[in-house]
């Protein structure tokens, strides 16, 4: 079945027919590195991340841009308080939300265009849009006129006598139209600031990503996304002088917003106030169980959080990661196969999974959906190991299919045995855990009970969990 996503823009379920196919251009609103990155941060951009995963796992091409606001009143308000440079804070916080990303198995972008590298486009694009009549001049800066364009307000669907302006300076009153917008902001004493045929200052806030968007994928592409709460005016403002300024329409062919992170039924945002960082959600819970966490709801649905959440995704993922590594254990004890029918019936069986998990992502990148079907496929192996004759191939079989399909989700699956620091102490460790399960089986079968119950004690204590089957001792570290 073909892709379909929801469209904002048209506010329907549309097949995903890219303009210059196998090409895909998709542009994704970046952070204003003012402070550390929170889950609402992480939901916009795990989202992302699964629909650039996704398509390129459908065959297509992708070249993923985000841009870094690095010039902004909260990133010169911040420089104040820490009295640093404004550069400073931008690399402070810039450096921060890609540590916490990584380790969320965020893909990186192409690349990261920075405003302040991109003045000058800026300065003339304004220069086009003001010869073209769409822009005015204040005493504050120079502005573009939302009347002048008639398709104002066709992403959010409201009309402009019904729409409110929620830009991130306080209302002008000696604007033509409250919802008129800043393109270029004078500059202010003792603020960054940059000459400009107007007179010294710094872009508004919606300029950039017009320039920067067209600068790398061309004056029409293929997907722009964002928060929800970027809609209305960012998304509304970058169409109108998008449009305006090149002539062409759409600009953008699908617009996706992801919904919000919110407590006690309230956005999760800085602003409130009401926000946790990622690296304090670290410190309780592996970046794979906040990963988790967050495909367990489709984006476009809210996501409540709480601790409550977390640990009931930290318990999932723990399935999965016992999952792995039982297969890893009983492939190791395990002969080659018996018989290839088995093997051949068993990959028949896999297949069905694989191919679900594409019809789920297929409808708009269910990925609640998806993780159903892996945990099916958990069930499915779990009783496949019970069966009296398995063989090495067929669960080498199930292994590389859960591992495929958890890639498609961006999980990675790490053994409890690996989540030591050092590689040289893992090995330490695991030589260690194994003498002493061979000295615990020695004991047993010289019906030395006591010794063995006192290694098994011994290695509980130290996290390490012993599990006797047919096939052996098996060990995995407590989480």
């Known amino acids: 079945m073909p892709l379909k996503l929801y469209n904002n823009l048209t506010r329907k379920l549309e097949t995903f027919e890219p303009l210059n196919s196998p090409q895909v251009g998709m542009y994704v609103c970046g952070i204003t590195p003012y402070d550390e990155t929170h889950l609402g941060h992480a939901r916009a951009y795990v989202t992302f991340d699964i629909i650039r995963r996704y398509l390129e796992y ?154 920067m968007s067209t600068k790398y994928l061309g004056e029409q592409f293929d997907i722009h996304g964002g928060g929800l709460d970027l809609q209305f005016p960012h998304h509304e403002n970058e169409i109108a002088q998008t449009e305006a300024a090149t002539g062409k329409t759409p600009w953008v062919k699908y617009w996706i917003h992801n919904g919000f992170v919110t407590i006690n039924q309230q956005k999760m945002s800085k602003s409130l ?54 297969l890893d254990f009983l492939i190791s004890r395990i002969a080659g196969p018996e018989a290839k029918m088995e093997v051949e019936e068993t990959d028949d069986e896999l297949a069905v999974f694989k191919r679900r998990l594409e019809e789920a992502m297929n409808e708009d990148f269910n990925t609640a959906g998806a993780l159903g079907i892996i945990f099916e496929l958990v069930r499915f192996i779990h009783e496949h190991v019970k069966e009296e004759k398995i063989d090495k191939e067929s669960l080498q079989d199930d292994r590389k ?71 052996g001792t098996k060990w995995s570290k407590n989480a």
């Open 273 to 326: 106030g009401n926000f946790f960082t990622l690296r304090e959600i670290y410190e309780k819970f592996d970046p794979m169980v906040v990963r988790l966490y967050l495909l367990s709801t489709h984006y476009r649905s809210p996501l409540n959080f709480s601790d409550a959440s977390l640990a009931e995704a930290k318990e999932a993922y723990e399935r999965l990661v016992g999952a792995l590594e039982n």
């Open 401 to 471: 299919t859960l591992v495929d399909l958890c890639e498609v989700l961006g999980l990675k699956l790490e053994s409890r045995k690996t989540s030591t620091s050092s590689v040289e102490s893992l090995k330490i460790e695991s030589r260690e855990v194994e003498e002493l399960i061979a000295q615990r089986e020695t004991a047993r079968k010289s019906k030395d009970f006591k010794r063995a119950d006192e290694i098994r004690k011994d290695l509980l204590a130290r996290g390490i969990i012993l599990e006797d089957t047919p096939y």
């Open 58 to 211: 459908s065959g297509y091409k992708v070249k993923h841009i985000q841009n870094v606001t690095d010039i902004d009143d909260k990133i010169i308000q911040k420089s104040k308080v820490k009295s640093q440079k404004f550069s400073e804070i931008v690399e402070e916080y810039t450096r921060s939300y890609f540590e916490v990303m990584d380790a969320l198995n965020v893909k990186r972008a192409n690349e990261y265009p920075k405003a302040t590298e991109n003045i000058p486009g800026m300065i003339d694009w304004i220069k086009r849009l003001t010869d073209k009549g769409y822009a005015y001049r204040l005493v504050d800066g120079i502005y573009f006129e939302v009347d002048k364009f008639q398709d104002y307000g066709k992403l959010s669907h409201r009309k402009k006598e019904e729409q409110e302006s929620g830009a991130r300076v306080k209302v002008d009153q000696n604007k033509k139209n409250p919802l008129d917008f800043a393109l270029w902001k004078f500059a202010k004493e003792g603020e960054p600031s940059w000459e400009s045929p107007w007179g010294a200052g710094r872009p508004g806030w919606h300029i950039e990503c017009s320039v």
